[in-house]
């Protein structure tokens, strides 16, 4: 059973990574094409994404 709770417990770690890293790509996209029109998004924690 260690193997089975062994191989969950890693797949729960790295599962952010899988979320997280393409999330963070796709958000500084659209802040790129959006910036690059001059449009300026604001952050989730209200200022200005730079």
């Known amino acids: 059973m260690k193997d089975k709770a062994h191989a969950q417990l890693a797949s729960f770690t790295q599962t952010p990574d899988k979320l997280v890293k393409p999330r963070t790509a796709l958000k500084s996209k659209i802040n790129n094409i959006t910036s690059a029109h001059g449009i300026n998004?604001?952050?989730?924690?209200?200022?200005?994404?730079?």
Do not use: F, P, T, W
């Not at 989730?44 to 730079?50: A, D, H, L, S, Y």
């Open 41 to 50: 998004l604001k952050s989730e924690e209200g200022g200005v994404i730079e």
